[in-house]
């Protein structure tokens, strides 16, 4: 019977631990490079977090003239104005900028309309986000980003140790500083579902950091004489079939979503596949080597059994 | 471990055919389903806005206007109480900044009876749902340095105000829309002063804006005969007792009318858009209820050959002459209207005012060929998802793959099953979310099958490899489960609209695949080792 093809080979012994100043370097580099960039470009914030007009539409010629298209708008006088194709040839996106009052804002979509007449087929989208909205959704986001690293902290430090929850919290701020920074370097629109997959990475990311956690934990209670070191990478090697096929997966899944799902949330796929990879790397690479770094002791393994024992856990022999 | 009691097989079998059986109406037409027998559930998930196409639109009312017309209210109410008592008074003024009426008292020995009269004006609060704030009126009345009484709005009377003003305009919007016929809106509150307005396939949202938009408060006034409107346009400065409006023409005509309103769209009882019989031309007919018909029979029959004008949100639409007396109690408005406009005119007045301004602070609308697109786009990227990601299991793991792949699609089922059951919606992002579920949800096979692995490595009998690798991986299942429900949750406390259904069919996934990779694959796998007694484990 066919046995399935074991992607990554047992007794897999690569020294992860050991490459640990290499990984850090480009780790750190990644981070100020991002950092560099969020200063430099700037995060390119769609109108969700900066408010304007987003209008979508299909042209009735077979190929949008985008010239002729911008020079029309621009004659409008509103400030601002990016166009830009999107999917099909006809199919266009007009970004304007937040205008002065409410009610200019109400107007501009009027005055579109009539700018653009018979050339437009049909109006596939249009969004208007007024400052109100605009300054609220910042606010938001970034409390929703603080909550959630917040309560995983809290989650990891419960189940774990706090050197544990440090270490895994240094490995989520990598991903989301990095995912921002790809959003900045590559002037990616950051909008609402960019923002709901930074939140899901959060999630997913950790996911496996605390696979890996809960590897190292076991084995501090198995091997009671191996070196931290080694049993780091050790733990990291025993859990790498599991990470490497689960981000695989998920991977494939978001990669269909990116190839196929529409350009609608192409920001969020892009986010996601880029938050899958570095969230595999991360929990190798930096959260891991953090631990030893934090400072590993010995016992945690056996306050672990006696607590569980205590709760009467039916988890672990 | 593996040994599975009858109780619990007809458990899990019964959650799985419940599951399909609830998420079978989404496969058919909604005709279809109309047909299936009674037995069977019909509830298909509900399609957001930006899948079916609709409109999305969030207002916020204005505050500010409403704290000004009330202020405005109290002066007038103060004025009334004060000379019903006989008490002289000055500077009755009214503070906006600080929510404020203050008066000063002539006489020092009216003061105490001035107190008492205008004390008299602050009412109770309705306690209703909230029961907190017991005991409180709408205004803090005082008494203040040089002979001075201040009336002012309290936060209590000012929340009280807000929430009836939000539930007049929720009606108010919904008997304007009604009117307009179009189907199902969904007019809900959002906050303290918000209100979303959803509704789903419209085409001309345009229109339906300007029915939502405009006030509609209407008000018949005299022309003021003695002022000349250029001047007072170009002064700024109307005489007392006077106010300059505009009218709605381009470019805008100025008007110098009495401040004080004849009659006003509250005591109209119907209005009806028409045709003029003489030009042809589209009007808009009303009728007033018995007291404002009295009042314009007098006001008519007082001021017979001067003009006066129909205002409606402080914009002239027309200033007629009155020729004649008008004692019907019903009248017309003609202003060079198009069909289109007479009848929207005619739903504004029918529906009443709004309480206050509402400004439109979000607005989404998406098309319905967009709405289709997005169907489909998600439709295919979720099929590629999930066969790639069961042909790669397969690969991988083999039979116990193929077991997987199953626990899978029942993963899937259920999602859908849920989200009907409870009535969600599905958005764009949603499927986003259940795509990436996809993905997700067979970690938790990975970690067993991985552990199982282990297991068998290290030298354990089929039984007790598989056994083992069931109920060692359940603690790193939960946590590694629990780390992305934390963030999906905050989404869905957070997030609002599309990213919501995000968070909605991720958490729901998660939860689901918690059953069927854990409960059910270890159900599937205890009856393969049960009827197949393996040698070894194929994994």
Same mark, same amino acid.
Request: hydrophobic content about 45%; charged content about 20%; proline content about 4%.
């Given at each position: 019977?066919?046995?399935?093809?074991?992607?990554?080979?047992?007794?897999?012994?690569?020294?992860?631990?050991?490459?640990?100043?290499?990984?850090?370097?480009?780790?750190?580099?990644?981070?100020?490079?991002?950092?560099?960039?969020?200063?430099?470009?700037?995060?390119?914030?769609?109108?969700?977090?900066?408010?304007?007009?987003?209008?979508?539409?299909?042209?009735?010629?077979?190929?949008?003239?985008?010239?002729?298209?911008?020079?029309?708008?621009?004659?409008?006088?509103?400030?601002?104005?990016?166009?830009?194709?999107?999917?099909?040839?006809?199919?266009?996106?007009?970004?304007?900028?937040?205008?002065?009052?409410?009610?200019?804002?109400?107007?501009?979509?009027?005055?579109?309309?009539?700018?653009?007449?018979?050339?437009?087929?049909?109006?596939?989208?249009?969004?208007?986000?007024?400052?109100?909205?605009?300054?609220?959704?910042?606010?938001?986001?970034?409390?929703?980003?603080?909550?959630?690293?917040?309560?995983?902290?809290?989650?990891?430090?419960?189940?774990?140790?706090?050197?544990?929850?440090?270490?895994?919290?240094?490995?989520?701020?990598?991903?989301?500083?990095?995912?921002?920074?790809?959003?900045?370097?590559?002037?990616?629109?950051?909008?609402?579902?960019?923002?709901?997959?930074?939140?899901?990475?959060?999630?997913?990311?950790?996911?496996?950091?605390?696979?890996?956690?809960?590897?190292?934990?076991?084995?501090?209670?198995?091997?009671?004489?191996?070196?931290?070191?080694?049993?780091?990478?050790?733990?990291?090697?025993?859990?790498?079939?599991?990470?490497?096929?689960?981000?695989?997966?998920?991977?494939?899944?978001?990669?269909?979503?990116?190839?196929?799902?529409?350009?609608?949330?192409?920001?969020?796929?892009?986010?996601?596949?880029?938050?899958?990879?570095?969230?595999?790397?991360?929990?190798?690479?930096?959260?891991?080597?953090?631990?030893?770094?934090?400072?590993?002791?010995?016992?945690?393994?056996?306050?672990?059994?006696?607590?569980?024992?205590?709760?009467?856990?039916?988890?672990?022999? | 471990?593996?040994?599975?009691?009858?109780?619990?097989?007809?458990?899990?079998?019964?959650?799985?055919?419940?599951?399909?059986?609830?998420?079978?109406?989404?496969?058919?037409?909604?005709?279809?389903?109309?047909?299936?027998?009674?037995?069977?559930?019909?509830?298909?998930?509900?399609?957001?806005?930006?899948?079916?196409?609709?409109?999305?639109?969030?207002?916020?009312?204005?505050?500010?206007?409403?704290?000004?017309?009330?202020?405005?209210?109290?002066?007038?109410?103060?004025?009334?109480?004060?000379?019903?008592?006989?008490?002289?008074?000055?500077?009755?003024?009214?503070?906006?900044?600080?929510?404020?009426?203050?008066?000063?008292?002539?006489?020092?020995?009216?003061?105490?009876?001035?107190?008492?009269?205008?004390?008299?004006?602050?009412?109770?609060?309705?306690?209703?749902?909230?029961?907190?704030?017991?005991?409180?009126?709408?205004?803090?009345?005082?008494?203040?340095?040089?002979?001075?009484?201040?009336?002012?709005?309290?936060?209590?009377?000012?929340?009280?105000?807000?929430?009836?003003?939000?539930?007049?305009?929720?009606?108010?919007?919904?008997?304007?829309?009604?009117?307009?016929?179009?189907?199902?809106?969904?007019?809900?509150?959002?906050?303290?002063?918000?209100?979303?307005?959803?509704?789903?396939?419209?085409?001309?949202?345009?229109?339906?804006?300007?029915?939502?938009?405009?006030?509609?408060?209407?008000?018949?006034?005299?022309?003021?005969?003695?002022?000349?409107?250029?001047?007072?346009?170009?002064?700024?400065?109307?005489?007392?007792?006077?106010?300059?409006?505009?009218?709605?023409?381009?470019?805008?005509?100025?008007?110098?009318?009495?401040?004080?309103?004849?009659?006003?769209?509250?005591?109209?009882?119907?209005?009806?858009?028409?045709?003029?019989?003489?030009?042809?031309?589209?009007?808009?007919?009303?009728?007033?209820?018995?007291?404002?018909?009295?009042?314009?029979?007098?006001?008519?029959?007082?001021?017979?050959?001067?003009?006066?004008?129909?205002?409606?949100?402080?914009?002239?639409?027309?200033?007629?002459?009155?020729?004649?007396?008008?004692?019907?109690?019903?009248?017309? +408005? =003609?202003?060079?209207?198009? !069909?289109?406009?007479?009848?929207?005119?005619?739903?504004?007045? $029918? /529906? &009443?005012?709004? @309480?206050?301004?509402?400004?439109?602070?979000?607005?989404?609308?998406?098309?319905?060929?967009?709405?289709?697109?997005?169907?489909?786009?998600?439709?295919?990227?979720?099929?590629?998802?999930?066969?790639?990601?069961?042909?790669?299991?397969?690969?991988?793991?083999?039979?116990?793959?193929?077991?997987?792949?199953?626990?899978?699609?029942?993963?899937?089922?259920?999602?859908?099953?849920?989200?009907?059951?409870?009535?969600?919606?599905?958005?764009?992002?949603?499927?986003?979310?259940?795509?990436?579920?996809?993905? +997700? =949800?067979?970690?938790?096979? !990975?970690?067993?099958?991985?552990?199982?692995?282990?297991?068998? $490595? /290290? &030298?354990?009998? @089929?039984?007790?490899?598989?056994?083992?690798?069931?109920?060692?991986?359940?603690?790193?299942?939960?946590?590694?489960?629990?780390?992305?429900?934390?963030?999906?949750?905050?989404?869905?406390?957070?997030?609002?609209?599309?990213?919501?259904?995000?968070?909605?069919?991720?958490?729901?996934?998660?939860?689901?695949?918690?059953?069927?990779?854990?409960?059910?694959?270890?159900?599937?796998?205890?009856?393969?080792?049960?009827?197949?007694?393996?040698?070894?484990?194929?994994?």
């Amino acid at each position: 019977m066919f046995r399935g093809f074991s992607f990554v080979p047992p007794n897999t012994k690569i020294d992860f631990i050991g490459m640990r100043g290499i990984s850090f370097f480009v780790s750190a580099l990644v981070m100020v490079l991002s950092l560099v960039a969020a200063q430099v470009y700037g995060l390119n914030f769609g109108i969700d977090f900066k408010g304007g007009t987003l209008i979508e539409i299909s042209t009735k010629a077979p190929q949008a003239d985008l010239a002729t298209l911008r020079s029309t708008l621009n004659d409008l006088d509103l400030g601002e104005v990016q166009i830009q194709q999107f999917g099909e040839p006809n199919d266009v996106l007009i970004r304007i900028g937040e205008q002065d009052s409410e009610g200019a804002q109400q107007a501009t979509v009027g005055k579109v309309k009539e700018a653009l007449g018979d050339q437009v087929a049909e109006y596939r989208r249009i969004e208007t986000v007024g400052a109100t909205i605009s300054t609220e959704l910042i606010y938001m986001g970034t409390i929703a980003v603080v909550v959630a690293m917040g309560a995983i902290l809290l989650y990891v430090w419960f189940r774990f140790e706090w050197q544990f929850a440090v270490a895994a919290i240094a490995a989520l701020t990598h991903d989301v500083v990095s995912a921002i920074g790809l959003f900045c370097i590559f002037q990616l629109e950051f909008n609402l579902a960019a923002l709901a997959a930074i939140l899901t990475i959060i999630g997913y990311s950790l996911n496996d950091t605390v696979v890996v956690f809960d590897r190292i934990r076991e084995n501090l209670r198995k091997y009671r004489k191996l070196p931290m070191a080694d049993l780091i990478d050790l733990s990291i090697n025993e859990t790498l079939s599991r990470t490497t096929l689960t981000h695989f997966t998920t991977f494939l899944a978001v990669l269909a979503l990116y190839l196929f799902g529409g350009k609608v949330i192409e920001n969020f796929n892009i986010a996601m596949l880029w938050g899958i990879v570095v969230g595999a790397y991360s929990s190798i690479f930096v959260a891991s080597p953090l631990l030893l770094v934090l400072g590993m002791r010995r016992d945690w393994g056996a306050t672990a059994t006696t607590k569980r024992a205590k709760s009467g856990s039916p988890v672990g022999v | 471990m593996l040994h599975f009691q009858r109780w619990k097989v007809v458990l899990i079998l019964g959650v799985v055919i419940v599951g399909i059986l609830c998420a079978l109406p989404n496969v058919f037409p909604s005709k279809t389903v109309a047909e299936l027998p009674d037995w069977l559930p019909h509830k298909q998930v509900n399609l957001g806005l930006d899948l079916q196409g609709g409109a999305h639109l969030l207002y916020e009312i204005d505050q500010q206007q409403l704290i000004d017309d009330w202020l405005g209210n109290i002066r007038g109410e103060v004025r009334g109480a004060l000379r019903t008592a006989r008490i002289g008074y000055t500077n009755l003024g009214v503070k906006p900044g600080q929510k404020q009426v203050s008066v000063r008292i002539r006489d020092g020995f009216d003061l105490d009876k001035a107190y008492d009269a205008l004390s008299e004006l602050a009412a109770p609060i309705n306690q209703g749902a909230f029961g907190g704030m017991s005991g409180g009126k709408d205004l803090d009345v005082e008494q203040a340095d040089n002979r001075q009484i201040t009336l002012t709005i309290t936060d209590a009377g000012l929340t009280q105000r807000m929430n009836g003003a939000i539930e007049s305009s929720i009606e108010t919007i919904r008997r304007r829309i009604d009117a307009f016929g179009t189907t199902e809106p969904s007019i809900q509150r959002q906050g303290a002063d918000r209100i979303l307005v959803q509704f789903p396939g419209i085409q001309d949202v345009q229109r339906l804006k300007g029915l939502i938009n405009e006030t509609g408060k209407l008000d018949f006034k005299l022309v003021d005969p003695a002022a000349n409107a250029q001047e007072v346009a170009a002064s700024k400065r109307p005489p007392a007792g006077d106010e300059l409006v505009y009218s709605a023409d381009e470019p805008p005509v100025p008007y110098v009318l009495k401040e004080d309103s004849l009659v006003s769209g509250e005591s109209l009882v119907d209005s009806q858009p028409g045709f003029d019989g003489r030009t042809g031309e589209p009007i808009v007919t009303f009728r007033f209820d018995s007291t404002g018909a009295q009042r314009f029979a007098r006001v008519t029959q007082e001021n017979v050959g001067l003009p006066f004008a129909i205002v409606l949100d402080n914009k002239v639409i027309s200033a007629p002459v009155i020729r004649e007396p008008i004692l019907g109690g019903s009248g017309q +408005i =003609s202003g060079n209207f198009t !069909v289109e406009e007479a009848n929207d005119l005619a739903i504004l007045l $029918r /529906s &009443g005012a709004l @309480p206050a301004k509402l400004t439109p602070i979000e607005e989404r609308t998406v098309g319905a060929s967009l709405g289709a697109d997005s169907i489909a786009a998600g439709k295919s990227a979720a099929i590629i998802a999930l066969i790639a990601v069961a042909v790669f299991m397969v690969l991988a793991y083999g039979l116990f793959g193929l077991f997987a792949d199953l626990a899978l699609m029942i993963n899937a089922v259920l999602i859908f099953a849920a989200l009907s059951l409870i009535g969600a919606t599905l958005t764009l992002p949603g499927i986003a979310g259940i795509v990436l579920v996809i993905g +997700i =949800s067979v970690d938790s096979n !990975v970690l067993i099958f991985e552990r199982i692995r282990e297991e068998v $490595r /290290s &030298g354990k009998s @089929p039984l007790a490899a598989i056994d083992a690798g069931y109920s060692r991986a359940m603690a790193t299942i939960i946590d590694s489960n629990v780390t992305t429900l934390i963030s999906t949750l905050v989404l869905f406390w957070l997030g609002s609209g599309p990213v919501r259904g995000f968070a909605v069919t991720l958490c729901i996934g998660i939860l689901c695949s918690m059953f069927t990779a854990v409960t059910f694959s270890r159900m599937i796998v205890s009856f393969w080792l049960r009827w197949t007694r393996p040698q070894y484990v194929p994994i």
